[in-house]
């Protein structure tokens, strides 16, 4: 409990800040005044990047298929609980799902979440890299120093993706003889938290085994490729004019900063700050630049809540289909 109002204060303060920046009349212009084309598009393209990323999971996942069609309601779900639920827990949302929907094991759903999280860094790394060689003037820091972190970091996600599994093995021994020395009590729990691990470590193994490098790559490039035309469009709907470049240099600082574990509720409030960072340093004003991240957010959200009701509906159909008549 005390966690969730934690989550609620730092939300409701991040939120209040960035509010007193701009005028919320204005915002309402923003949504309301919006070009019903750019956001009929924008809304094609978010779904569109729901379906990669559904497809990427239906890579990822290795011990059997699973319908397409609860892959992207499992994928749905995830990522309006990544709005909504508190101190990042939506994370776990994935894998509870994957089990609840299509029996699959919670551990093998963790791993196939964090090989698609090893994707996503690994491909706004990259981004960061192009974008920081393109506008170095940009960067208080020098290239020079900042080419060699990304690359050093891009290389310690790929060696974590295939060495995972032996790492966390390693890990779970170290554990146990750590326990053991100690004379920890419990031993019934700390034996099932190492039966969990070496589970998650299999499961690592397993997705490497598959060898499903490119298609995962495909499709974390198409599911980002339609998350920045999201942006674009829904950018272009409200008015704003910015160069590709500038819309992804400025969303991907957004981006960061939603990833950054700040026990708010959902990503509110960090998106938001991130946004308005990103779009002042490639020349919005800040009553702009904070006002788009707030209208932007508020249309993900909606389109993001609509597909997840719409999935919802055939889910339940589907488990208790109509009585046919004789």
Same mark, same amino acid.
């Given at each position: ?5 934690? &989550? ?5 303060? #991040? ?5 007193l920046?701009i ?14 084309f ?5 809304? *094609?393209?978010?779904?569109?990047? @729901? ?10 996942? !290795? =011990? $059997? ?8 309601? *499992?994928?749905?779900?995830? !990522? ?7 101190? $990042? ?5 994935y ?5 609840k ?21 690994? #491909?706004?790394l ?31 996600i ?10 966390l ?16 009590? @419990? ?23 598959r $060898?499903?490098?490119?298609? /995962?790559? /495909? ?9 920045? %035309? ?20 400025? =969303?991907?600082?957004?981006? #960061? ?5 700040? &026990? ?21 004003? $800040? ?8 209208? *932007?957010? #508020?249309? *993900? ?6 597909i997840? %009701? ?11 289909? &109509?009585?046919?008549?004789?």
């Open positions: 409990m005390k966690r969730i109002i934690l &989550s609620i204060l730092i939300t409701a303060v #991040i939120v209040f800040l960035l509010l920046q005028s919320v009349r204005d915002l309402y212009t923003l949504l309301r005044t919006i070009d019903p750019w956001l009929a598009l924008g809304s *094609i393209a978010y779904f569109l990047a @729901n379906l990669f990323r559904a497809l990427r999971f239906r890579w990822l996942i !290795h =011990s $059997k298929d699973i319908a397409p069609s609860d892959l992207f309601r *499992i994928t749905s779900f995830y !990522h309006l609980s990544l709005m909504v639920l508190p101190s $990042k827990l939506g994370e776990f949302s894998p509870y799902l994957l089990n929907i299509s029996g699959r094991n919670v551990t093998e759903g963790l791993a196939s979440l964090v090989v698609s999280r090893a994707y996503d860094f690994f #491909i706004i990259l981004i960061l890299l192009f974008i920081s060689a393109a506008y170095q003037a940009l960067f208080t820091v020098s290239p020079l120093f900042l080419i060699p972190v990304f690359i050093f970091l891009i290389f310690l790929v060696f974590a993706f295939f060495y995972m599994g032996r790492l093995k390693w890990s779970s021994n170290v554990l146990v003889k750590i326990f053991n020395r100690a004379g920890a009590r @419990n031993a019934s729990f700390f034996s099932w938290i190492r039966r969990k691990i070496d589970e998650v470590a299999e499961d690592f193994d397993s997705i490497v085994a $060898k499903t490098y490119v298609p /995962v790559a /495909v499709t974390s490039l198409a599911s980002w490729g339609m998350i920045f %035309f999201t942006f674009y469009c829904y950018m272009k709907g409200f008015g704003v004019d910015v160069s590709p470049t500038k819309l992804i240099l400025g =969303s991907t600082i957004g981006v #960061i900063a939603n990833a950054l574990p700040i &026990s708010g509720i959902g990503n509110w409030g960090t998106l938001e700050a991130g946004w308005a960072a990103g779009f002042l340093m490639v020349g919005l004003s $800040k009553e702009k630049a904070i006002a788009t991240g707030f209208g *932007i957010h #508020i249309l *993900i959200f909606v389109v993001c809540a609509l997840s %009701f719409f999935c919802w509906v055939t889910l339940k159909k589907q488990k208790n289909p &109509s009585p046919t008549l004789s």
